[in-house]
């Protein structure tokens, strides 16, 4: 018999220690809240939740005045229909911290009953403000994808009516359209490695110039390092494709001794900053007048 107590006492032991385990691998947080005199009794790890010390003194008014007003009156609400229904509620809430930083709890409870009077409540406290970060973030994102979809369909629509004004033939207009549409696309995917974010003018001149320049300096590019925003970014890239485009068929890159020199520098009287760009070609054929 006193064996079974023993082993009984250590499968005890273990228990526990695998419940504290789990309770502070999960970091949850523990309240009991004891009705009519409102007594609350927090753990460190739920006042931790709370953005308060370890040490703190919480009670039920102080605990209330946590809750962002905003959400104050759906976490009583919730906690009344709990008791009245004698089911649990979860609620999502903002806290006042008084620090200028967001943060959210969730807070889930259950009644006790001593018959039908309930005589408490008892439940859970959770730091939900890294999961609401990571919710915001991707929310921006998706609105960002919105706007950044709108924006290419409204550029592929205008480049398909620049495309048809200028061409004579059904051939002309696949071959054309197709180029532009490529050049967008280099330039799209110089923006999603950079986060959609930027994009370097070498990047771009390199994706439209590169294959033009095989060592005999048909291709010279001078300029210090400018890291454009996206929405310069797409528009330059495009009139690079249709400056190299029209150099190669009737400019500097369209006979073996022609060459192109782009240069630019950043102004520095500019307020808000510009760059000065200059596009040349030397040497090429001779021109006229297009058709």
């Known amino acids: 018999r006193m064996e079974a107590l023993e082993r009984s006492r250590a499968a005890l ?5 695998r419940l ?9 947080g523990f309240w009991e809240l004891s009705f009519p005199e409102r007594c609350l009794i927090a753990s460190p790890l739920c006042k931790a939740n709370l953005g308060l010390a370890a040490d703190a003194v919480l009670d039920y008014d102080g ?16 906690a009344q229909r709990a008791i009245d229904n004698h089911t649990d509620y979860a609620v999502e809430c903002r806290l006042v911290t008084g620090q200028g930083v967001q943060r959210w709890a969730e807070i889930r ?20 403000t890294e999961r609401k970060e990571a919710e915001e973030r991707q929310h921006l994102l998706i ?8 924006n290419t369909l409204s ?8 495309t048809a004004r200028g061409a004579t033939s059904i051939d002309q207009f696949y071959h054309d359209f197709t180029g532009r549409i490529i050049s967008l696309a280099n330039t799209h995917t110089i923006l999603t490695e950079e986060f959609w974010q930027k994009a370097s003018i070498h990047e771009l001149l390199a994706k439209e110039l590169d294959l033009y320049d095989n060592g005999s300096e048909r291709v010279r590019v001078s300029g210090p390092a400018v890291e454009l925003p996206s929405g310069f970014a797409v528009p330059l890239g495009m009139a ?30 500019g307020s808000p900053q510009r760059v000065r760009l200059a596009w040349t070609e030397h040497d090429g054929p001779p021109v006229s007048p297009p058709t």
């Open 13 to 17: 032991a273990e228990g526990d220690e």
């Open 20 to 28: 504290k385990f789990a309770v502070a691998a999960g970091r949850l």
């Open 63 to 78: 605990l209330v005045a946590i809750v962002d007003p905003q959400d104050r009156d759906a976490l009583l609400q919730a």
């Open 109 to 128: 409870g259950r009644a006790t009953y001593n018959v039908e009077r309930a005589t408490g409540m008892v439940g859970l406290c959770l730091d939900i």
């Open 143 to 150: 609105r960002e994808l919105h706007h950044r979809v709108k």
């Open 155 to 162: 550029t592929v629509q205008a480049i398909v009516g620049a």
């Open 240 to 269: 690079f494709h249709e400056l190299t485009t029209n150099a190669a068929k009737y400019g500097a890159l369209a006979n073996g001794k022609g060459y192109v020199a782009v240069d630019w520098e950043i102004d520095p009287q």
